[in-house]
């Protein structure tokens, strides 16, 4: 009845219909539907009053479920437990964080987000110097690995062997070996090129 397209002689059909229709119906009845749709009413506008309620981090109810059916793609967090409220300095600085988040994530590459090198890193407080820290103890790995690389090869050249890939197993057997060797140098270990050598070296 009260639609835009609703003509004016409609409406006032309508009312003189139900106008009408209130002498067939005795007066202590419509008082008790009448006292019915008041509470009705009391109750809609209690509950839009506390749907548009501003709230202490600048949200109404209102909005936070406007967002929550746009934001469709957006996983819901559960945890045990009371939730502490959060003012709007706390809601700002949450979307802050999640900001640069997503400009880290853009930067790493979402598929480094799950298999890059960085994932063993688990680090809550990352700030400039832990950075630089982090930076300069991976330069020293890579300078290290490759120096030990190096070194494998030059052994493997002076023993006629060739390494398999150099696996934790692999280099805990070379380190072993560069151990022993210098030790040996001075004892004459060409019975074990014998065809027996299996046999004495059990002995």
Known sequence: MHSNKSRKLDVLSQLQKSWESKGEVDAATWEAKARQLGQVREQLSTHVER???R????????????????ATRCRTCDSAGPRPGH??????????LAGRLQANAVAVGPDQLLTGALVPVHVTDWSAKWQQEMVRTAQTLGTTSHG???AAQSLGLLLGMEWPALHRQTRSAIGVLAKVLPQASTHDWSFCALPDSDTVCAA
């Open 51 to 53: 749907l548009h309620q």
């Open 148 to 150: 030990f690389l190096n």
């Open 55 to 70: 709230h202490g981090n600048g949200w109404t109810i209102f909005k936070a479920i406007g967002a929550s059916s746009a």
């Open 87 to 96: 003012d709007e300095a706390a809601l700002t600085a949450l979307r802050d």
